[in-house]
């Protein structure tokens, strides 16, 4: 695999966690200086403690059928891994003990804190090993990761992942160049549309990026977006410059890439808007590892080298 040169954006790289003792000090000082964080870790690094853990059944909580109906063991831990790493992350951000939180779902299956950490957003992914948690007291956040040296097919996804601009800047790059650009593009949409909550149901094709100098004349180039239907959020067109895009290359093997979205405070006359449905994860079926909406063109198409 060539260089990779990750994207440049606000905040630093995520934080790495080798496990349920932390570093968290860091943690509240990046939610004290930015209103979030980014978190990663791989899953090998918490097996044993999870495997050790007298207490997972009640820290897995409405999880713990999901996790027991799980098809394999590998799939089992990997999903109580993930579990944990979102709860001592959230509890880390507010400051709570790990056991007082609830995890639950939305529609979609995007985490949600219920309850005590209900004021935390949330955002879960994972790729081979590593495991990557999104939290933020400001607004909604998103998360996703690929390893740096996936094959992706340009042809098979571009008009379905491209808007007619990106197409265009795509096609004319050098092939390994286009193969990375390509891959960050996507981890870029799919954590920004699960920062709306919308997951894999809406359309790559419909939203694009343009890139822009880094800051402080900095390497690397700063995402931010291009293209939208009028009225979203993030596009052109509705007026919202809130948004903030970031991909860094992890531990030399992975694209991570954040999303998100700082809500200015509500006065405080307004009243609380009731929250969305949530589904505790308490039925059958072993559910994700992360937030996943299928949708009709199917999870993202690798070749293998």
Known sequence: MSAVTPAGGPGPLPLAVAGPDGPWDELGDRLDDDGRAVVCTTWGQWLTAALLDPGLRPLLGHDWPRYRQGPTAVGRMRFAVSRL?????????????????????????????????????????????????????????????????????????????????????????????????????????????????????????????????????????????????????????????????????VQDRYLVSEAHRRVPAAPAARAPQAPPPVDTGSGGGAGPLEERVPEPLGPLRFLDR
């Open 85 to 249: 790493v979102v709860k001592y992350t959230a509890a880390s951000a507010l400051n709570v003990p790990v056991g007082s939180l609830d995890l639950g779902y939305r529609p979609g299956g995007r985490p949600v804190l219920r309850g005590l950490g209900g004021e935390l957003e949330v955002s879960l992914a994972h790729t081979d090993e590593l495991i990557v948690v999104g939290v933020s007291r400001t607004g909604p956040i998103g998360v996703d990761a690929e390893p740096a040296d996936r094959d992706v097919s340009f042809e098979l996804l571009r008009e379905h992942v491209c808007t007619p601009a990106e197409d265009a800047e795509l096609a004319a790059l050098p092939e390994e160049e286009r193969r990375i650009r390509l891959l960050r593009m996507w981890t870029l949409k799919e954590a920004y549309t699960k920062a709306l909550g919308h997951g894999m149901r809406r359309s790559f094709a419909g939203f694009g990026f343009r890139y822009e100098p880094g800051r402080g004349g900095g390497a690397g180039t700063r995402p931010v977006l291009a293209d939208g239907p009028a009225g979203d959020a993030g596009g052109p067109s509705g007026g919202d410059g809130n948004w903030s895009f970031a991909t860094h290359l």
